[in-house]
């Protein structure tokens, strides 16, 4: 069963906006609050990628790729992460990947295909 569920995928046109969204319905609040978060992306024939997380101390790290228009938040009450991402250009085509991860975890989900295409 997969701990984590995204969704808010789709197909846009170059300069488009999408919010993904990524929550844990089977993973307990206090669970959750101890996951590392973060969002990861493949685009076809390369390899995964990652695109935004949290780090241990609450910031956040981008990738250089989408910096400045990729933003990564989150709502511990709901479980659920966000990558809204703006100015979508077609390199950022691929499936977009929730991952949680702590020592002991390394949580996935099954992926949400953005497309970017005119």
């Known amino acids: 069963q997969l701990q984590l569920v995204e969704s808010g995928g789709g197909s846009v046109q170059p300069g488009g906006s999408l919010r993904l969204s990524c929550t844990a319905p089977r993973i307990i609040l206090s669970t959750f609050w101890t996951l590392t978060m973060g969002w990861y992306r493949q685009a076809p024939g390369k390899q995964r990628e990652l695109v935004a997380t949290f780090t241990n101390g609450g910031s956040t790290n981008i990738a250089d790729a989408v910096k400045g228009r990729f933003t990564i938040s989150k709502n511990n009450s709901k479980k659920t992460i966000y990558l809204q991402m703006n100015s979508l250009q077609p390199e950022d085509t691929g499936v977009y990947y929730c991952?949680?991860?702590?020592?002991?975890?390394?949580?996935w989900g099954q992926g949400t295909q953005v497309t970017v295409s005119s």
């Open positions: 991952r949680g991860t702590t020592d002991e975890r390394d949580y």
